[in-house]
């Protein structure tokens, strides 16, 4: 069978199930169950099945339009921290011992006991965001400061701000591309979107058959990053251009605005076929093919159809976009 080039594949079935690449692993997300399938260092798949726990289970609120894109980001990070921290663990190094030979706690672990797995994970996506508001949303607009003598017009001052985000995002995204361990990383990503390829188009789940689908896939994590830049420069625009402190505060208080908006025309995107959304998504499948995503090998395709096996629902209208 012939192998299909291009990112445009019209699935029979669109899923909502979604995944992340991890350390020589991938983890898999759908309606009721999280599954992670990891590759051990002695070539066994170690798999890791266990109930959803979303925000958006516990209240309708958080299902609403808007509301559940904000919501969504929440989860993401926070099970994804999860997972990846999980993934490292089978790869990590001998840890420190103390005169007892037993293994040296951390601060943490001192401190919080049984609970400490959790406060690190909520450390861990309380820095990621910390972090990406801080490099991708205030830092560009320091440095467009700068240029507030040259610049006039608000609308102009909104536009280069934008545009830097843009930039910042896609050297960071090349960069990190070119890392050797992350390079393995990308094409665990590139497996992963092949299997729902496969899976959204009712094909059985082999390697074979998911070699035949395309690396690029429209309702990635990183098309979505890609629309919160373009959606950031929209929405920004109007609050013009205040002295640096508000700039920094309407930043971060509109960050989970843009977010939930942007998931809403990615949903969109995501659901049809039509030239105008795949117009609308070919930026960030630019990206994906530019960085993000790498071609897999079979034994890393064989790692995202475990993991994506394990969540897909009984009920097939369970999982629908």
């Known amino acids: 069978m012939a192998k299909l080039k291009t990112a445009r594949v019209s699935a029979k079935h669109k899923t909502t199930i979604g995944g992340q690449a991890l350390i020589e692993g991938v983890m898999m997300k759908g309606p009721d169950k999280i599954a992670i399938a990891v590759r051990k260092p002695d070539n066994d798949i170690e798999l890791k099945v266990e109930p959803v726990r979303s925000l958006a289970k516990k209240s309708r609120i958080f299902t609403l339009p808007f509301i559940r894109g904000m919501v969504g980001l929440i989860d993401a990070l926070k099970i994804g921290t ?14 420190p011992r103390d005169k007892d030979g037993k293994p040296k706690k951390t601060l943490i672990e001192r401190i919080f006991k049984e609970k400490a797995q959790e406060v690190e994970m909520t450390l861990a996506v309380v820095i990621s965001l910390a972090l990406t508001i801080g490099i991708f949303m205030v830092l560009p607009s320091l440095i467009t400061n700068l240029l507030r003598g040259r610049i006039n017009s608000t609308i102009g001052l909104n536009l280069v701000e934008g545009v830097l985000r843009i930039a910042i995002f896609l050297i960071y995204v090349v960069w990190v591309s070119k890392l050797d361990d992350i390079k393995r990383v990308f094409q665990y990503h590139g497996a992963e979107h092949k299997s729902i390829h496969c899976y959204e188009n009712e094909m059985p789940l082999t390697v074979e058959n998911v070699k035949r689908f ?108």
């Open 82 to 95: 999860g997972a990846l921290l999980y993934s490292a663990e089978f790869f990590e190094d001998e840890p």
């Open 214 to 321: 395309p690396i690029l896939h429209a309702r990635c994590g990183t098309s979505f990053l890609f629309m919160v830049m373009i959606v950031s420069i929209i929405v920004l625009s109007f609050f013009g251009w205040p002295n640096p402190v508000m700039r920094v505060v309407t930043r971060i208080l509109m960050f989970p605005v843009i977010a939930g908006i942007s998931y809403e025309i990615n949903r969109v995107i995501g659901r049809s076929d039509s030239r105008l959304c795949y117009a609308l998504s070919y930026p960030g499948l630019m990206i994906q093919k530019l960085a993000t995503v790498k071609e897999p090998d079979d034994s890393q395709i064989e790692v995202a159809i475990k993991s994506l096996l394990a969540v897909i629902p009984e009920n097939k209208e369970a999982d629908l976009w």
